[in-house]
Each structure stands twice: as structure tokens, then as C-alpha cells.
């Protein structure tokens, strides 16, 4: 029986792509980014309520949990900033050619797990604290 000549539907061609992983990453980044700006926000209103609430909401940011929330808030910072930088190259339609682009996007992925990991060590000594 010969094989009917017509077209498929798409999701039976579609195949996984680096650029569908980097794009994801970027949005979920940015969430992550504005659900950790309440952290924030409640470190700034308890730095202003005065030493002792200050003192209360250092001690709760210092639970293995909450830093484990803002280490990976910062490694979402480092990679949401690289990537909006790569972004921007792109709106200047530089570097879209798929070896330059693949190029970029792992070099976003590596260079913003080693920024996050070494803004991490750098304010944590800063703080007095090993993070």
C-alpha cells in the first residue's frame, strides 16, 4: 500500500529545539523574579520597622529554606539578565545564525550559573556569613 501523500499534523514533525528551552527558561526566570521581589519587600518594610523587626526578618532569611529561595532567585537574576543582553543582539539582528545563536545560548547558561555562584560567595563573605 503506498504511502499517502499529504501533510501531517504538526505536532507529529515537530521536534525539540534548544531555542524552545532557552525561551521557556527566560519566562520562568522572570516569574521567579517578581514572586522574589515579595522577599524583598518584606526584608526593605522590616529594615524600616526598626532594629527588632530587622533582627526578626535577618534571623527568618537565614533559614536553609529562604536561602535556598534566594540562591535560586540569584542564579534567575544572572540568567534573566544574560539572556535579556543576548535578547538585545538580537533585536540589533545580530547573531541569529543558528552556530552563533547555539553559541550564546549556552554560554548564558554556563556564564550565569558561574556569576550566580559567585555573586552568592561574594555576599555572603561580604555579609559575614558563608551564605
Known sequence: MPKPNRPLSPFMQYRWQYTNT???LHRITGILLSLSFFVLV???VAAAG???RHAAA???LGSPLLQFVMFG???SFCYHLLNGVRHLFFDAIVGFDRPTARASGWAVAIA???????FWFLLGASL???A
Open 22 to 24: 532557552l525561551s521557556i
Open 50 to 52: 526598626g532594629p527588632d
Open 128 to 130: 559575614g556569613s558563608a
Open 42 to 44: 518584606y526584608w526593605l
Open 73 to 75: 532567585a540569584l542564579l
Open 58 to 60: 535577618v534571623e527568618r
Open 112 to 118: 550565569s550559573v558561574i556569576l550566580g555562584i559567585t
